[in-house]
């Protein structure tokens, strides 16, 4: 399987110590530079984010263009922007993206896209994961991940930790 990440998948589930499950569920795992960038700066300069770790397992490569549909998909940062343009270049099964601008533009170009919250679910599925639960907690009071309470029980039912 291959994923591309984008840089806050990879801050928030390195913020909960649960960064290692991306190579366990998707395999190889690939990022452009400006994702490195974005993460070791963020790193550096958010304290919600002191001391987290780029994992050296990731697969860094530069997209060799950005098509035009990225180019011109409103309100995305670099790192989204680049990391959709290797996304699409290598024909990737999914991207690993929170962002609403980033995610409306790669599904509405055909890319499966899977967030923090979904790869939660679907580790707890494989039996990578007992709880979803107390990393939700952690990724709301640790990495300041905004969970709204209907999605935050909607994960659970979800997860079967809810009836």
Do not use: C, Y
């Amino acid at each position: 399987m291959i994923v591309v990440a984008d840089t806050s998948v990879l801050l928030n589930l390195a913020r909960v110590a649960r960064v290692d499950l991306l190579p366990v569920l998707f395999g190889d795992v690939f990022i452009p530079p400006e994702v490195a960038e974005e993460f070791h700066w963020q790193a550096r300069s958010n304290p919600r984010f002191s001391g987290v770790d780029l994992p050296g397992w990731l697969h860094t490569r530069s997209a060799s263009s950005v098509p035009p549909w990225v180019g011109e998909a409103p309100g995305l940062d670099r790192g989204e922007t680049m990391a959709l343009a290797l996304a699409a270049e290598l024909h990737a099964d999914a991207v690993l993206m929170d962002e609403t601008a980033g995610r409306n533009a790669a599904e509405h170009h055909g890319l499966h896209v899977i967030g923090v919250l979904g790869i939660l679910v679907r580790a707890k599925r494989l039996g990578h994961l007992d709880r979803v639960g107390p990393i939700l907690d952690a990724l709301r009071t640790d990495a300041g991940f905004w969970i709204g309470e209907s999605l935050h029980q909607r994960v659970l039912r979800t997860a079967g930790e809810l009836p």
